[in-house]
């Protein structure tokens, strides 16, 4: 049995606070076989019914790249139009990704039509196919970190287009498009709170007891 001490639970709770959703990156290239290390720590996650559901598309060609940061400007400039006043222009001064920076960039999916597992454990919870990537995701994001290499989650897309640029089954479900490289600095903050867009809370906030 492995034993983690008292040392390794400190330094693992560091890990938590320093990891960051990263959108300035240097342009410094990642060491070759980096984002596949990565993708090997993320299927160590756990999954419902050990299903594997994720998919990963590392996106490398030019075009593609370039299609993705378009469909992120349109949609962009679409939420920016939902706010108004002082919020809008706090909105339109943030950055809210690195796709243009960041050397790595990866796709990540849910296939909803896998045989593996069997459909153990999500008949009444199918959605767990797409946690079960999240959690994949999040592993990679720590491991990442603890590399000092950043991780930005880009959410400001059109599924729809991002599965028609990069050309995957229809069964794939898009969860998240990540950039990855080496952060231009680091902060145990979260750049929006930073920014006062929004403070986060302690876990008080979100804890009740029945």
Known sequence: MVAFDEAFRRQLHELFVWRR????????????????RLIEIACLSPSVGLSQPW?????????????????????NADALRSYSGERAAKYAALKLSGLAEAPG???VFADTSGAIGSGLGRATMPETIDYSVVAAICSMWL???????????VSILNPARIHDI???????????????????????RPELEQAKWESRRGSGDFTIRR
């Open 166 to 188: 990069l050309d995957v089954p229809q069964s794939w479900k898009f969860i998240g498009y990540l950039c990855i490289g080496y952060p231009e600095a680091e902060c145990d």
């Open 55 to 75: 998919r990963f598309v590392v996106v490398e060609d030019p075009a593609r790249r370039r299609a993705v940061i378009e469909d992120f400007k349109t949609c």
């Open 21 to 36: 959703d990263v959108r300035r990156f240097r342009t410094d290239s990642l060491p070759a076989g980096t984002i596949e």
């Open 143 to 153: 491991a990442a970190r603890a590399e000092g290499i950043g991780l930005g989650w």
């Open 105 to 107: 960039h990866l796709a």
